[in-house]
Each structure stands twice: as C-alpha cells, then as structure tokens.
Nanobody
Framework: QVQLVESGGGLVQPGGSLRVSCAAS????????LGWYRQAPGKQRELVAV???????NYAESVKGRFTISRDNAKNTVYLQMNALKPEDTAVYYC???????????????????WGQGTQVTVSS
C-alpha cells in the first residue's frame, strides 16, 4: 500500500560527493520522521541521520559536517547529501520512516517502522 523507494547510490572516489533520495509512494501519503541508516558488511545497521516533520535534524558523529539530510514534504521525499566521502562510508543505505499515513479509498491507514529496499554506496579509488 505504501513504499519507500531509494535512488542515487553508486560508486564514488574518496573525497567525492553523492546524493541519495527516497520517496514515499502511495495514495494521499503523509510521512512523519524520516531517516537514513546504513549497514556495512559484517556490521550492524546504524543510524546516519534523521529529520523530523518540522525539519529538526540529528546526525551520527561520524558524518557530522559531511552529510546533510533534507526533505521535501510536498514530494514526500528525503535526501541525503554526502560530501567528503570516505571508504568507511561504504555501505547499503536504507531509508526509514517511523510513521506513514495513506488512504485506500476513503479509509486512512498508518504503517509504522517502514524501510526502503536499500541502495549501495561504495567509496573506493
């Protein structure tokens, strides 16, 4: 009924930049907080950045000053601009929404803890 669809991953050299996007699709969608997590091989999934509906942001210490999270509420889309990328940023990046409301016909539903399918970001020379 509702999906988070990521795009924009890829291969980039150390020091380079990349932007990933995530759009919530569905009928008359309304999204609460949005965030990005990442999971590197052999490691646990970790929070990268989160943004509230009102635009308040929080970042992992490891990405502060390099990554910027933003959102376009009209498009139900969240972005992660990644600058000064390092090899240790290599991971699958997952979009997360803590609550998404949508309609099926005239009925409103709410899904919690929604995840995207993930997009690979590789930082390598």
């Amino acid at each position: 009924q509702v999906q988070l669809v990521e795009s924009g991953g890829g291969l980039v050299q150390p020091g380079g930049s990349l932007r990933v996007s995530c759009a919530a699709s569905g009928n008359r969608v309304s999204v609460n907080a949005l965030g990005w997590y990442r999971q590197a091989p052999g490691k646990q999934r970790e929070l990268v950045a989160v943004i509230s509906l009102g635009g308040n942001t929080n970042y992992a210490e490891s990405v502060k000053g390099r990554f910027t999270i933003s959102r376009d509420n009209a498009k139900n889309t969240v972005y992660l601009q990644m600058n000064a990328l390092k090899p240790e940023d290599t991971a699958v990046y997952y979009c997360y929404a803590d609550r998404i409301s949508f309609y099926t016909g005239t009925l409103q539903y709410t899904e919690r803890d929604c995840w995207g399918q993930g997009t690979q970001v590789t930082v390598s020379s």
